[in-house]
Structures are given as C-alpha cells and as structure tokens.
C-alpha cells in the first residue's frame, strides 16, 4: 500500500468519524428537545435541547442552577439511582423543571460568553 492510499484512507476514516460524531450531538439534541416538550426536565436536557456544544453544556448548566437557587424555583424532586466513579447505583435526588421554570429561570441570567449568551437566546425563545 502506497503512503497516498494510506493517507487517502485516513482522510475517509476521518471524515466518516467526524460525521459520525455531528450526527450522534444532533440526534441527542433532537431527543432532548423532543423530551422537553413532554415533560419536566432536568436542566442539562433543557440546554441540549437548544443545540448548545456539549463542551458547555456544563457550565451552562451550573449558572443556570445558581440563577434558580437565586429565584427560589425548585422543580419538581425525583429519585434516580445512578453509577458513580463506576461502583454500585447511588441513590440520588434530582430536580426537573418545566419550559416555563426554566423561562423563570432564564430571565434572571445575565452571561458574559457568547456561548452561554446563544443558550440564554435559545432558551428564551
């Protein structure tokens, strides 16, 4: 095998892992908006569901969860069991909120990246 097949092939393998890649962050955030409209959401899903890059996801999140401490919006509590640090299923309580909490929510939070700007746009709308 020549070096400009080799180099050939790796383009494709990484073209095709790019794609795959794109297309795994739309479906999940089809799914998320999809879920979001049922039904109360933590608010991760709320900012996937805009179609945030998930290297934001994160912090986005954080400040959100400040903002509705600040409001004293609560959602509604639930119990999940989840696997931590890769040992047995804790126990854990999260809370969901609904589009209009997280409306509440959004128009007390004031960002300064544009990131985190597009996602307060985003879940404004």
């Known amino acids: 095998m020549s070096a400009n097949s080799r180099r050939a092939a790796a383009v494709i393998r990484n073209r095709a892992r790019a ?3 794109g297309s795994r962050a739309r479906r999940a955030a089809a ?3 999809r879920r979001v ?3 109360p959401r ?3 899903t709320h900012v996937i569901a805009t179609g945030a890059p998930l290297n934001v996801v994160a912090g986005a999140t954080d400040a959100l969860r400040t903002q509705a401490r600040k409001a004293g919006i609560r959602g509604r509590a639930a119990r999940i ?3 931590l640090n ?4 804790r ?4 809370h969901r909120y609904t589009a209009e909490q997280v409306a509440q929510i959004v128009a007390n939070y004031k960002p ?3 990131e985190y700007k597009a996602i307060r746009a985003a879940l404004a709308a």
């Not at 126990?91 to 999260?94: C, F, L």
């Open 81 to 83: 069991r989840r696997t």
């Open 91 to 94: 126990a854990m309580t999260v």
């Open 112 to 114: 300064r990246k544009a």
């Open 31 to 33: 799914t998320a908006a």
């Open 42 to 44: 933590s608010l991760a």
């Open 19 to 21: 794609n795959r890649a």
């Open 86 to 89: 890769g040992r047995a299923r």
């Open 37 to 39: 409209r049922t039904g």
